[in-house]
């Protein structure tokens, strides 16, 4: 379930991020711990994703295809 903020950001889950990026949840870790993703916490330590974030790291990794995090996954 995705949630609007005040500042009309659209706010998502870990799971409903790492669907929107088409990788798993373990590939949305590994790049978090890269430092390419910095998700914001909530007072439980839930992880939550803005629209703008990932579309930010998309378009930054868009024509990498060397990226560690995602040529890792498959091994």
Do not use: D
């Not at 889950?13 to 916490?41: D, H, V």
């Amino acid at each position: 379930m995705c949630v609007v903020t005040k500042e009309r950001k659209v706010v998502l889950k870990a799971q409903e991020a790492a669907e929107y990026l088409r990788i798993s949840l373990f590939t949305l870790n590994k790049i978090e711990r890269q430092g390419l993703l910095r998700p914001f916490r909530t007072p439980g330590g839930h992880r939550r994703y803005t629209l703008e974030m990932l579309n930010q790291y998309l378009e930054e990794n868009r024509f990498s295809t060397t990226n560690p995090a995602i040529a890792q996954e498959g091994s």
